[in-house]
């Protein structure tokens, strides 16, 4: 390593300071009412017959009160008469294992005790068809044996591609409740043809599976439910795609552009399917999302407990850590990537064996014509973004920007003896 310093120690660091960037601010305040008035509205409810048996399908993101979506959708399912019971839908997820899947529902908060009802996870999967072009569709067992499913997403932009049905209902029922042989169909073709895949499949169950309702949700730049809405099993092809454009009006940004460096203290599954979102940073695994932000080099300095070693998109960095490299759990992390075919998700970027030694290379690689003057903005995560710290060129930017506000002076970083940082995003450092 002393080589590594040799190259690197004269990198100078910028002084930092936080800022808060303004988004709106609208949410729901109680999910249960929400999820109740959606629940009373007689289309839907004509949707749930008496005593039928009923899968409600809960996928592996980290939706903003997910256990209490869940927990309120139960609760409106009974008094209806009917007997819900939860199945995990999140395609390869967990490891592409049903043991896997139903921790990861636990790490997200749902639990047969949270849920209200029984958890029953199983890849096995039956084939209801074929497209045109030979793919199989394939569903959940357990879900296709009920008399109907609900699926519960967050309607969101997708971190692969752009098209005018996403991350949401659709690419649950395509994806999510395929279990890992259909979610390997769907990706088959690659995501250039993503779009019309996730469509022609969830059409097919739509009309073959006892698909009943579908219980979307919309968040603010906050990370906060701001709708929520459900939609007949018949309606949803048709309010899908007016739901992503709100949702992606309403999605948070980096209100700097462009950058010469990106720090993103921590990745996880529970910020993005790819860890960190490229909505957010800029950088994709595919050319076939549009993306907006810009930025020249990008590290990943550690990986959160509740992936469970799932390091899905550590390969978009630049540069990342030897703390990082040292959680991951490979067989976890290379079920995603083999199922979708984008292999550069799970690349190991260059490793560095310190936080200071990561940042300063991205610095140094970033080819900006001032060194020393550098846009530089850190991130705790990319689902966390109202408060950053941002280098100290940025500061005047910052002062014109009335969506902006600076919260303090400019400081520099603080790293311990080992050379990583003591806080985690400008704040005090807990266990990640």
Do not use: W
Request: hydrophobic share 45%; glycine share 8%; aromatic share 4%.
């Amino acid at each position: 390593m002393s080589v590594l310093h040799d190259l690197l120690d004269g990198v100078r660091l910028p002084r930092m300071a936080p800022v808060r960037q303004v988004f709106e601010t609208e949410s729901v305040a109680d999910v249960a009412a929400a999820v109740g008035a959606e629940f009373a509205k007689p289309e839907v409810a004509a949707t749930i017959m008496a005593d039928a048996e009923i899968a409600v399908a809960v996928g592996s993101r980290g939706l903003n009160r997910l256990a209490d979506l869940v927990a309120a959708t139960v609760a409106e399912l009974k008094k209806l008469g009917a007997r819900p019971f939860v199945v995990p839908a999140m395609g390869s997820h967990g490891g592409a294992v049903a043991e896997g899947q139903t921790r990861i529902l636990a790490n997200l908060g749902v639990t047969e005790a949270s849920a209200g009802c029984p958890i029953r996870s199983s890849m096995d999967t039956v084939e209801v068809g074929r497209l045109a072009n030979g793919l199989p569709v394939c569903m959940d067992r357990l879900a296709m044996a009920a008399d109907g499913i609900v699926v519960i997403n967050r309607v969101k932009p997708h971190t692969s591609f752009s098209a005018d049905y996403e991350s949401g209902l659709v690419k649950m029922i395509s994806i999510g409740l395929g279990n890992q042989v259909g979610a390997e169909s769907c990706h088959a073709l690659g995501f250039g043809e993503m779009a019309r895949s996730i469509v022609d499949m969830a059409e097919m169950k739509l009309a073959k599976t006892p698909i009943v309702l579908g219980l979307a949700s919309i968040e603010n730049a906050y990370d906060k439910i701001s709708r929520v809405v459900a939609l007949p099993a018949g309606e949803i092809m048709a309010a899908e795609p007016a739901l992503l454009v709100e949702a992606k009006a309403k999605m948070p940004r980096i209100l700097f552009d462009p950058l010469d460096v990106l720090i993103v203290d921590r990745i996880g599954k529970e910020f993005s399917g790819t860890g960190a979102d490229p909505n957010i940073t800029g950088k994709a695994g595919t050319p076939y999302v549009k993306l907006s932000q810009r930025v020249a080099k990008m590290a990943f300095l550690d990986l959160t407990a509740k992936s469970g070693g799932n390091a899905t998109g550590v390969g978009l960095a630049d540069i990342c850590t030897r703390r990082l490299v040292d959680k991951i759990d490979f067989v976890a992390t290379y079920a995603n990537p083999l199922t979708s075919t984008v292999l550069t998700s799970a690349k190991i970027p260059m490793t560095m064996e310190t936080d200071r030694l990561a940042i300063q290379g991205c610095i140094k690689t970033c080819n900006a014509p001032d060194l020393g003057n550098v846009r530089l903005v850190r991130l705790v995560n990319t689902l966390d973004i109202e408060t950053i710290l941002v280098s100290e060129v940025l500061l005047d930017e910052a002062a014109a920007n009335p969506a902006v506000e600076i919260l303090g002076e400019a400081r520099e970083l603080a790293f311990d003896a080992a050379g990583n940082l003591t806080d985690i995003g400008g704040f005090q450092r807990q266990a990640a």
